[in-house]
T-cell receptor
Framework: SQTIHQWPATLVQPVGSPLSLECTVE??????LYWYRQAAGRGLQLLFY??????ISSEVPQNLSASRPQDRQFILSSKKILLSDSGFYLC??????????????FGPGTRLTVL | RKEVEQDPGPFNVPEGATVAFNCTYS??????FFWYRQDCRKEPKLLMS???SGNEDGRFTAQLNRASQYISLLIRDSKLSDSATYLC?????????FGKGTKLSVKP
């Protein structure tokens, strides 16, 4: 079964600073990868997903970007973060292809506080 | 209408109680359905996939009604350790759409 690593676990950064969150996956190959954000008291919001190296789809226009330089590596970045970027960032992995009950499995998350 | 809607909660129940969570979804083309559990400040974890015939796993029973676009989760004999937020999830064209969740608190 797959294992998802995320780092850092927690992050406190000032407004306007750059951001880089990393996610790596073990135990599977060619997965779909996802970045979600969960703001305090709110549901999970899909930010980006990727079906392969260099392939990124954005769900929500914002100051964040994502990259997938390797099959099992997914990076979330920003050049300048906003107060509204505070939240719990979760990376998820979904096995392929086309299984009907194709669940997603989550990493432990990164909790970001923007001051 | 939101794509996935859940009971607002929170549900506060005594140990041993039976509790039911309801969820409705708006996209009739949705193919697969799940219940996830999320503990405070932790990542969501898959609790159950929901099959068209309904399925049971120990104290947990999930049911799907495609005609009504309705999913349910029943927890029997609640334990203190069942306290968490339960997320209803619908697969929409390969991407998962999460409900906001219902918080369950089981008291001694």
């Amino acid at each position: 079964s797959q294992t998802i690593h995320q780092w850092p676990a927690t992050l406190v950064q000032p407004v306007g600073s750059p951001l880089s969150l990393e996610c790596t996956v073990e135990g599977t190959s060619n997965p779909n990868l996802y970045w979600y954000r969960q703001a305090a008291g709110r549901g999970l919001q899909l930010l980006f997903y990727s079906v392969g190296i260099g392939q990124i789809s954005s769900e929500v226009p914002q100051n964040l970007s994502a990259s997938r330089p390797q099959d099992r590596q997914f990076i979330l970045s920003s050049k300048k973060i906003l107060l509204s970027d505070s939240g719990f960032y979760l990376c998820a992995c979904q096995r392929r292809p086309g299984l009907v009950n194709n669940e997603q499995f989550f990493g432990p998350g990164t909790r970001l506080t923007v001051l | 209408r939101k794509e996935v809607e859940q009971d607002p909660g929170p549900f506060n129940v005594p140990e041993g109680a039976t509790v039911a969570f309801n969820c409705t979804y708006s996209n009739s083309a949705s193919q697969s359905f799940f219940w996830y559990r999320q503990d405070c400040r932790k990542e969501p974890k898959l609790l159950m996939s929901v099959y068209s015939s309904g399925n049971e796993d120990g104290r947990f029973t999930a049911q799907l009604n495609r005609a009504s676009q309705y999913i349910s989760l029943l927890i029997r004999d609640s334990k203190l350790s069942d306290s968490a937020t339960y997320l209803c999830v619908v697969n929409r064209q390969g991407n998962l759409i999460f409900g906001k969740g219902t918080k369950l608190s089981v008291k001694p």
